[in-house]
């Protein structure tokens, strides 16, 4: 059958199973939305206020389901404008598909109305892009969009599309959704090694991060753990694969992670690494990182093999099924003393420190939320001091259900991410965890949350500072503040209400656990303020460079 360019875009869509997308339209977009006018009732398109918070919709959709996540934008500035989105599902692996509309092919070039050559822009930030010119090659090249973003390492695709390629006709045949096939894994005697290496270790630690979630590993992990009784530390990408007070828990590792967990990876003498890439956050001294330990990292990507810390030996392929083929190899074993010095470590360390600060403590917001959010919440954070403590604290997750920007750390990502997430699963209540400075980022998307009517509870750490910077600034530049304290004024209850939205302030604990009662209640979205006080430190804290030797405590 012969269509238009815009009418092969909305079929191809279909034909790969896309049922949401998130965007803006546009004049150069013009005949995509005409096409998409006629199958509304097969694609719901999510207008958002910016074409940023699009992409970041489209990033938690995918993050909350696995699936690849769909962005429509106009030429130019609605190009653009989806730049740091893209850049953010690029660091953390995250499938999405980026159509951005252009001027006419006769128009490149040119320097014409709301022209930019996005592929050139988004080239170092995407796992592939594409610039259409022949409508011939349209339908196969977003079929192979979609192949791109959802297999091996996933990741963003761009594909950037004239606007007379959407006007012109040609021939469509359909074709099936494309299927991921069945992934490589690492040869059995590359795992026998491992489970060698596993038997003769006597201070073992998993450390894992995003990769055990996007190979759906998480329930493999679990089993593997449990069986060879290894404790696991996880990055802030692996939050909520193992339970919270599971006894082989040992928490975050990195900066800002556990005490427990950086003493671990520091005495192991055996450290497997699945699905992390040993980031300057995780690794803070790569030349005294896990200084006892043989390393053996796992990763799809081969790329990421040995790029920072110097490993003993390298498993590449799929995760789920080198997890599965390594189980049955693995002996069941007790490891009492490991575990014991663990248990003392953890009630050690692992405390909070309540002296000299007045009000709701950040730990006590996160614990609240964790009591009142139920099983199948969905937790999506903006970037800074809030999202420490709510990836140290929350006691609520699951894979899938914690959803921040670890590589890029995206101010601003925490509510569109959340939007895409309460719109990929429709029964859910999602609580935006943020601050007051990442609020001001995209607070505006609360029009996306309230034109559409879904349940995203946004809770705001308010201390009137820009918490992270404020604190590095007070302890490495003696505190000489400097563009942290804007003191801003703005009135969240009247905002939110502005918007639409209901408002809460809530100053004491058992004030918020009214206000997320009554937010639960609700049918659409809620902003819950909680003024804290600015002297809250993220801790421990591992200074650049240092080790868990160099950790600031108070």
Not at 285 to 292: E, Q, S, T
């Amino acid at each position: 059958m012969k269509l238009t360019g815009a009418e092969i875009i909305i079929e191809v869509l279909i034909e790969q199973g896309v049922s949401d997308m998130f965007g803006y339209p546009g004049g150069a977009a013009l005949n995509i939305f005409e096409a998409l006018y006629h199958r509304q009732d097969e694609i719901a398109f999510y207008l958002t206020a910016h074409e940023q918070g699009a992409t970041h919709a489209a990033d938690g959709y995918a993050r909350a389901t696995g699936k690849t996540g769909v962005v429509l934008a106009t030429s130019g500035p609605g190009a653009t404008n989806t730049i740091t989105g893209i850049a953010t599902a690029y660091l953390d692996s995250v499938p999405m598909v980026v159509i951005t509309a252009n001027v006419g092919t006769s128009l490149i070039g040119k320097d014409s109305f709301q022209e930019v050559f996005i592929t050139g822009i988004s080239q170092p930030i995407t796992k592939h892009n594409y610039a259409v010119r022949d409508i011939t090659r349209l339908a196969d090249t977003l079929r192979n969009a979609f192949k791109i973003a959802g297999s091996g390492r996933r990741g963003p695709v761009l594909i950037d599309i004239p606007k007379d390629i959407t006007a012109a006709s040609c021939e469509f045949t359909p074709a099936p959704k494309w299927e991921e096939p069945k992934a490589a894994c690492a040869p059995q005697s590359e795992l026998q090694k491992v489970a060698d290496l596993i038997a003769k270790a006597k201070r073992p630690v998993v450390c894992f991060g995003g990769g055990v979630i996007s190979s759906e590993a998480s329930e493999e992990l679990l089993e593997f753990v449990k069986k060879a009784r290894i404790p696991a530390c996880h990055t802030i990408m692996g939050t909520g694969v193992i339970g919270f007070g599971d006894d082989l828990d040992l928490g975050m590792i990195g900066m800002h992670g556990s005490m427990t967990a950086n003493h671990a990876i520091d005495e192991a003498d055996l450290m497997l690494a699945m699905g992390t890439r040993f980031s300057d956050r995780v690794a803070l001294n790569l030349r005294d990182f896990a200084p006892h330990a043989t390393i053996v990292q796992f990763d799809i990507d081969e790329s990421e093999i040995r790029k920072n810390v110097l490993v003993d030996l390298a498993i590449i392929g799929d995760l789920k099924m080198e997890l599965q083929s390594l189980i049955p190899l693995v002996e069941s074993q007790e490891r009492p003393d490991w575990l014991g010095i663990i248990s003392k470590w953890q009630k050690e360390y692992d405390i909070i420190d309540g002296k000299g600060i007045d009000g709701i403590r950040p730990f006590e917001i996160m614990e609240v939320i964790g009591e009142k959010c139920g099983d199948d919440a969905v937790i999506a954070t903006d970037v800074g001091q809030h999202q420490m403590w709510a990836a140290q604290f929350c006691k609520k997750t699951r894979p899938r259900g914690f959803l921040t920007s670890g590589g890029l750390g995206t101010m601003g990502f925490g509510y569109g991410a959340a939007i895409g997430a309460a719109v990929a699963l429709k029964n859910a209540t999602v609580f935006h965890i943020t601050s007051d400075g990442s609020f001001h980022m995209n607070m505006n998307e609360a029009c996306t949350a309230v034109s559409n009517n879904l349940k995203v509870i946004t809770v705001i750490f308010d201390n009137k500072v820009l918490g992270m910077v404020h604190q590095w600034q007070n302890d490495f530049y003696e505190k000489h503040f400097v563009a942290t304290e804007p003191e801003r004024k703005s009135d969240y209850i009247k905002l939110a209400e502005g918007f639409g939205a209901k408002g809460f302030r809530a100053e004491t604990k058992a004030e918020l656990e009214k206000a997320i009662d009554e937010a639960i209640a609700c049918e659409g979205p809620a902003w819950i303020v909680c003024p804290i006080d600015r002297n809250e430190k993220v801790l421990p804290m591992i200074p650049n460079g240092g080790t868990v030797r160099n950790a600031i405590l108070i």
